[in-house]
């Protein structure tokens, strides 16, 4: 099925130590999202990327950097994890930073560091 | 910048019976309005949108909500609830144009919690 798609579901990182979260879709969308998800916060904003070749911070960039690899993807690297970091991670993507048509989410990442 | 208030953060309800998630938001400028819905250990669906025209829009699942301008104001409502409907909705905004573009800005949450 068409939608976003990310890896890992579950991971638990050392304090310090660094990893990758990958995301993918295949709609052909030009803007593309990080979120984390803490309870009675909602979502936060961490980074964007509004079309392939450019990103930008968000609400929360501390701690994070993030890759568009190429349209499809679009990472986020934790370079040294910190408990404060312990969250679920949410990609979504959209058509275009408009938002018009609304935006897909991933079924997320829950991130535990120690 | 736009914030969002979610005015109950759990609301438990009677299967069959009618429920109101309430959200009121803050902007300086226009926006766009959103519902979603999360099922456990699920990603965010998109329930219904408000971007222009008539201010009651009608989204999936039987869900509705009504933009009132004035009280700055976005309620969700369903006249009779199942057991199904169970998750947390999120209430959102977007600001058009300006240092709002790309940023789409959530509420905290409302847990719906459906009893039979």
């Known amino acids: 099925n068409a939608g976003v798609t990310q890896t890992p579901k579950f991971q638990v990182l050392k304090t310090g130590q660094s990893m990758t979260l990958q995301c993918a879709q295949d709609?052909?969308?030009?803007?593309m999202y990080w979120y984390r998800q803490d309870p009675g916060m909602g979502l936060r904003l961490i980074y964007y990327s509004a079309s392939e070749g450019t990103t930008d911070k968000g609400e929360v960039p501390n701690g994070y950097n993030v890759s568009r690899l190429n349209k499809r993807e679009f990472s986020l690297r934790l370079e040294s994890a910190a408990p404060s970091q312990t969250s679920v991670y949410f990609c979504a993507s959209s058509e275009d930073l408009t938002g018009v048509y609304g935006y897909t989410f991933g079924s997320g990442t829950r991130l535990t560091v120690v | 910048a736009q914030s969002v208030t979610q005015l109950d953060s759990q609301v438990p309800v009677f299967e069959e019976a009618p429920v109101e998630l309430r959200c009121n938001y803050s902007s300086s400028v226009s926006v766009y309005l959103f519902w979603y819905v999360q099922y456990p250990n699920q990603g965010l669906q998109l329930l219904l949108k408000y971007l222009s025209g008539s201010t009651l829009v009608k989204g999936i699942n039987g869900f509705e909500a009504e933009f009132n301008k004035s009280q700055t104001s976005f309620h969700l409502r369903k006249p009779s609830v199942h057991i199904s409907d169970t998750a947390e909705y999120f209430c959102?905004?977007?600001?058009?144009?300006?240092?709002?573009?790309?940023?789409?800005?959530f509420g905290q949450g409302t847990i719906l919690t459906v009893h039979p």
């Open positions: 959102a905004v977007k600001g058009l144009g300006g240092t709002s573009y790309g940023k789409l800005t």
């Open positions: 709609m052909n969308h030009n803007s």
